[in-house]
């Protein structure tokens, strides 16, 4: 590592895992993990074993020899120089403590023999002893790069008692330890001795051979690792395409079913309507008669009431005619009326009853021996579930796979500078409201549109003071509905509120980014940024602490976007014109995609996002086209082409999701937003 990066790293590299704050007093354990003395000591009397400690990063245990106390296990004396470092590099902000008189002062000066810190006033009595006459001092303020190495090679010490300013010089062959001189000639005396350093090239030949061999070990590790990765993944996402393909064909039935329950319900339905209407022509006849009759009593009887014996003598005949002709008169049969009854298809409900099932889910073993198969029969090596009966190949509710396709619906933006119009949008993210946020990269702000194209607010101007932009690039909204922006050329990232007032930034302190591009939020919140210059992702938490990073050089070469999908971490890496995928420890798994122009090729592929189906969607910027695949980059569809039309895109960089699925894409040199829809 040279001295730049590291002095970059520098607090990583002294900050103790447990306690998280700079070493004190550094012990190594055999697994090679350092942590500080008191952190140790206090792991073991958590633990309550005397004599045993447990490394809290690789959780292996170890016997302490000596005492058992952790005092006992060997100084990182490379940890104690590179402590020496920090103070040498902060000195003009924290004053360093002097080795004699304990006082802080930031003019201070180091001593590259007694490898301590000396004030003004002490380096005085350290220069005038006779035995420090050949001592190499040096202000920390005048130190350069040659320097810091010097300190770094500084040698190493000896731990026993009243020893421990006499450096190490021999190996012991006897006890395998460094040794003193003057514990070559007590402690040692008549062990088999040899220099240090010529017991270090020895022993550093033997580790070199026993690394090749373990690298080779380690690169078929990793091939077996990437290969069960790779299957994994593929099996998740076929996993989740027979599901899709089982929904589907349910769905398919389910609509054939209402379809025919429509059908006897229309049935039903004008059945009913004729009998009805023929039932109320029959009441209108009866109900007709009933007023005759009923007339022709009122008549009668108010004639025997009022009338002479010659009047009803005379009108008898009427009478007996009137009656005659009810008598005559049917009653009407209201008996006629169907009977409504349902006898429901035995065939289709044996067809869809657990012992059929709806359909078949096969899983072939290729590589699997017959006796390890579970399944039982002629052909063990193929396992069939979801059916329990005979396999029903015929079935008439077959699911039909087709191509998908997209077309633009909505583009709206031109370019300009005044408020809602688009300079170069770059990013693009949507909130729970269906609002359109997009960065504007020449025009140094961020606009915010409805789903339909109205500019609702913008904010943000060209500056790199708070609240301000140099070219601001990725953008995501996060659960509180804040908005998160990566500032480009101002090397940080800022975070506003729903309506753009500034809340807070991160990331430009000690050089943590370095043209930071894309951005994405996962599930718990942390901040996910493509740092491109320094060809790492780095995480943050939601309120911009540093968590960790992955990648670097010979892993990534211009990452551009990151996001995080289930267990995995997907990276679009323009340089290499590929997708990478890491596990959540940040170990590189598998890559997909090449340099070209075809289907599931690339040419400096910018942002990804997930779409409703669950398909990842990469902005192939050069190619002027949206790609679409699964996890296992197997291509499945694409849209857009070069040109000015809509549905046509040129340099396309990122994408969103609309709640009703439909698809939001910055358009960057038409300086446009394009929506599209499934057709």
């Given at each position: 590592m040279d001295i730049k990066t590291l002095l970059d790293n520098l607090h990583d590299e002294v900050s103790c895992s447990v306690c998280m704050c700079p070493f004190t007093d550094p012990k190594q354990l055999p697994c090679l993990h350092s942590?500080?003395?008191?952190?140790?000591?206090?792991?073991?009397?958590?633990?309550?074993?005397?004599?045993?400690?447990?490394?809290?990063?690789?959780?292996?245990?170890?016997?302490?020899?000596?005492?058992?106390?952790?005092?006992?296990?060997?100084?990182?004396?490379?940890?104690?120089?590179?402590?020496?470092?920090?103070?040498?590099?902060?000195?003009?902000?924290?004053?360093?403590?002097?080795?004699?008189?304990?006082?802080?002062?930031?003019?201070?000066?180091?001593?590259?023999?007694?490898?301590?810190?000396?004030?003004?006033?002490?380096?005085?009595?350290?220069?005038?002893?006779?035995?420090?006459?050949?001592?190499?001092?040096?202000?920390?303020?005048?130190?350069?790069?040659?320097?810091?190495?010097?300190?770094?090679?500084?040698?190493?010490?000896?731990?026993?008692?009243?020893?421990?300013?006499?450096?190490?010089?021999?190996?012991?062959?006897?006890?395998?330890?460094?040794?003193?001189?003057?514990?070559?000639?007590?402690?040692?005396?008549?062990?088999?001795?040899?220099?240090?350093?010529?017991?270090?090239?020895?022993?550093?030949?033997?580790?070199?051979?026993?690394?090749?061999?373990?690298?080779?070990?380690?690169?078929?590790?990793?091939?077996?690792?990437?290969?069960?990765?790779?299957?994994?993944?593929?099996?998740?996402?076929?996993?989740?395409?027979?599901?899709?393909?089982?929904?589907?064909?349910?769905?398919?039935?389910?609509?054939?079913?209402?379809?025919?329950?429509?059908?006897?319900?229309?049935?039903?339905?004008?059945?009913?309507?004729?009998?009805?209407?023929?039932?109320?022509?029959?009441?209108?006849?009866?109900?007709?008669?009933?007023?005759?009759?009923?007339?022709?009593?009122e008549q009668t009887e108010t004639l025997l009431k009022r009338s002479f014996s010659t009047k009803i003598l005379g009108f008898s005949e009427t009478f007996d005619s009137i009656l005659q002709e009810q008598r005559t008169q049917e009653n009407r049969d209201i008996e006629y009326i169907p009977r409504f009854s349902f006898t429901k298809s035995e065939k289709l409900i044996n067809l869809l009853s657990m012992s059929e099932g709806i359909g078949n889910?096969?899983?072939?073993?290729?590589?699997?021996?017959?006796?390890?198969?579970?399944?039982?029969?002629?052909?063990?090596?193929?396992?069939?579930?979801?059916?329990?009966?005979?396999?029903?190949?015929?079935?008439?509710?077959?699911?039909?796979?087709?191509?998908?396709?997209?077309?633009?619906?909505?583009?709206?933006?031109?370019?300009?500078?005044?408020?809602?119009?688009?300079?170069k949008p770059w990013g693009v993210a949507v909130n729970d409201r269906d609002e359109i946020a997009v960065t504007g990269f020449s025009n140094h702000r961020v606009s915010v549109f409805s789903s339909d194209g109205t500019h609702l607010r913008s904010f943000g101007r060209y500056g790199n003071n708070n609240g301000k932009f140099q070219c601001p690039a990725g953008i995501a909204f996060n659960s509180h509905g804040n908005i998160v922006v990566a500032d480009y050329s101002n090397h940080r990232v800022q975070v506003f509120d729903r309506n753009g007032n500034f809340l807070s930034k991160f990331?430009?302190?000690?050089?943590?980014?370095?043209?930071?591009?894309?951005?994405?939020?996962?599930?718990?919140?942390?901040?996910?940024?493509?740092?491109?210059?320094?060809?790492?992702?780095?995480?943050?938490?939601?309120?911009?602490?540093?968590l960790r990073k992955f990648g670097g050089a010979g892993s990534l070469v211009s990452p551009h976007h990151c996001i995080q999908h289930g267990q995995y971490f997907i990276v679009s890496d323009a340089g290499d014109h590929s997708i990478k995928m890491f596990n959540l420890e940040g170990k590189f798994i598998s890559k997909f995609g090449k340099h070209g122009n075809k289907d599931g090729e690339f040419n400096k592929p910018r942002c990804l996002s997930v779409n409703k189906e669950g398909l990842l969607m990469v902005c192939d910027a050069e190619n002027a086209r949206v790609q679409l695949f699964e996890l296992s980059g197997k291509f499945v569809t694409k849209f857009g082409s070069e040109g000015s039309e809509r549905g046509e895109l040129k340099f396309p960089v990122s994408t969103a999701n609309l709640s009703d699925g439909r698809i939001v894409v910055s358009d960057f040199y038409k300086n446009r937003i394009q929506v599209f829809d499934k057709i």
């Open positions: 942590f500080c003395l008191h952190c140790l000591n206090g792991i073991q009397r958590t633990s309550g074993v005397h004599g045993k400690i447990t490394c809290p990063e690789c959780r292996r245990q170890f016997q302490i020899s000596g005492s058992g106390n952790p005092s006992e296990l060997p100084t990182n004396f490379r940890i104690n120089s590179l402590l020496d470092v920090l103070a040498i590099k902060e000195c003009s902000t924290v004053n360093v403590k002097c080795r004699n008189c304990e006082k802080r002062s930031a003019k201070t000066l180091y001593c590259f023999q007694c490898c301590s810190f000396w004030c003004e006033e002490c380096i005085v009595g350290h220069n005038i002893m006779r035995e420090n006459k050949d001592h190499r001092t040096l202000a920390l303020k005048d130190f350069q790069d040659q320097d810091i190495k010097a300190v770094l090679e500084r040698p190493a010490f000896c731990q026993k008692k009243h020893h421990e300013n006499k450096e190490l010089e021999f190996f012991c062959k006897n006890c395998k330890v460094a040794i003193c001189n003057t514990c070559a000639i007590t402690l040692h005396e008549g062990h088999g001795k040899m220099p240090l350093q010529e017991a270090t090239d020895e022993r550093k030949t033997q580790i070199n051979s026993m690394i090749r061999s373990l690298k080779d070990k380690v690169r078929e590790k990793q091939k077996e690792v990437e290969q069960f990765n790779q299957k994994s993944i593929a099996f998740q996402w076929k996993v989740a395409e027979v599901k899709s393909q089982v929904q589907s064909c349910v769905d398919q039935i389910i609509a054939i079913i209402e379809a025919r329950k429509q059908d006897v319900f229309d049935a039903v339905d004008n059945q009913a309507k004729q009998s009805l209407e023929s039932l109320s022509q029959k009441k209108e006849e009866v109900e007709k008669q009933l007023k005759i009759i009923e007339s022709a009593i889910v096969e899983f072939v073993f290729s590589e699997t021996k017959a006796q390890q198969s579970g399944a039982k029969g002629e052909e063990s090596s193929k396992v069939i579930a979801g059916n329990k009966g005979a396999n029903v190949r015929d079935s008439p509710l077959e699911t039909q796979v087709q191509t998908r396709r997209f077309r633009s619906v909505l583009s709206f933006g031109q370019e300009g500078e005044s408020v809602g119009i688009l300079n990331g430009s302190l000690d050089n943590q980014l370095n043209n930071p591009l894309g951005l994405s939020i996962n599930g718990n919140g942390d901040i996910i940024v493509a740092d491109r210059d320094n060809k790492l992702i780095k995480i943050f938490s939601s309120s911009g602490g540093y």
